[in-house]
């Protein structure tokens, strides 16, 4: 996703959800060394690594 804008709404979180920016590819180190856990988020960032590496490849 690009030009998101934080907002907070109304979810079915079990625990606080918190947000912090960082570089795309770093998110495979944050999985391996336990930071990120959170499955959806995880199936998430596969699908737009995805999504990416195929636009790249149009481009290019």
Do not use: M
């Amino acid at each position: 996703a690009r030009e998101l804008i934080p907002s907070k709404l109304v979810g079915d979180e079990r625990y606080p959800v918190g947000t912090r920016s960082v570089p795309f590819d770093t998110y495979i180190d944050l999985c391996a060394n336990g930071e990120l856990q959170d499955a959806p988020s995880i199936a998430a960032l596969c699908l737009a690594r995805n999504f990416i590496q195929k636009e790249e490849r149009k481009e290019g």
